[in-house]
């Protein structure tokens, strides 16, 4: 059976990718971690089986902030998805990362605090190993095919991501750079975690949106123009990382494999005894460790 490529859209990609599946079906899951965003689409996008969820759901009602990201990730495990594309807009933290660029990113600081970033809460002691937050082969894949879009693709960026739903004030923005953040948004946390916790690999495809609050803005451009102007590169960033995962799903490179460290990322991360864990959690642990 072929595998089934788990997307994950963000703002720009979600709605326009929604409308470029085949055989699309419906999907209702429940989980222990409440509802997802939205029903999960079934279907198939460049000859490969994809299970898709818009991540802010129907009609963006959903801020960064309470996005329901754990009951994303395990419905999409609970499909039998092992290898998730995620998307997501961002503001560009340097002068090298322009609009309108994509960015493959590799590294993360995370600031949010008000999100549930674990599937074991009240189950079991588990520590994942994070040292790099992003599945290299996923990446790597990516990239070979980076050449089919015409928009500059950079390889990895370091990821600053903030609770919102509010933008960054300037003093913010100017600290982030400092720390050496190249990127700033808010949807990337806990998302990786919970893949990592899920043994799925995971790639983050960044859309560059705008410069981000340290960079100051022209006064006399008034903020209609402004929004228009993001909206554009938005758009465009969102066009070119569409080709790029469909030029990746045609590729037919296989992904998901015993070889991969995100596939083993709970063997030793669970330090708490078998006979601790309640037997209740047994089917959560079994969809989590397939």
């Not at 309108?100 to 009240?122: A, E, P, S, Y």
Request: some cysteine; hydrophobic content about 40%; proline content about 4%.
């Amino acid at each position: 059976m072929s595998e089934i490529i788990g997307l994950i859209g963000g703002s720009g990609l979600g709605d326009e990718l929604e409308k470029r599946l085949g055989r699309v079906r419906q999907v209702k899951i429940n989980t222990p971690f409440g509802q997802p965003s939205d029903k999960i689409l079934t279907g198939t996008f460049a000859g490969r089986k994809v299970a898709f969820i818009n991540r802010h759901g129907k009609g963006h009602r959903y801020n960064p902030s309470v996005v329901p990201y754990a009951a994303n990730i395990y419905a999409l495990k609970k499909l039998g998805v092992k290898s998730v594309i995620a998307s997501g807009a961002v503001g560009s933290l340097t002068q090298k990362i322009k609009p309108k660029d994509i960015v493959l990113v590799d590294q993360v600081i995370d600031k949010t605090f008000k999100r549930v970033n674990t599937f074991f809460d009240g189950i079991a002691a588990v520590h994942c190993e994070m040292a790099h937050p992003y599945c290299g082969r996923l990446r790597k894949a990516l990239l070979k095919v980076a050449d089919k879009v015409k928009t500059k693709v950079h390889s990895k960026a370091l990821y600053v991501c903030m609770d919102g739903p509010q933008f960054s004030t300037r003093g913010e923005s100017l600290v982030h750079r400092k720390w050496g953040g190249q990127l700033i948004g808010m949807t990337a946390m806990p998302e990786a975690k919970l893949a990592r916790e899920a043994q799925m690999c995971f790639a983050l495809v960044a859309l560059i949106s705008d410069y981000d609050s340290w960079q100051v803005k022209n006064h006399k451009t008034d903020a209609q123009t402004l929004l228009a102007e993001i909206i554009g590169n938005l758009n465009s960033a969102t066009e070119n990382a569409i080709k790029l995962i469909e030029a990746f799903l045609r590729s037919k490179q296989t992904l998901c494999d015993e070889d991969c460290p995100c596939r083993k990322s709970l063997q030793l991360a669970v330090w708490t005894p078998e006979k601790y864990i309640s037997p209740k959690y047994a089917q959560i642990l079994k969809i989590l460790r397939s």
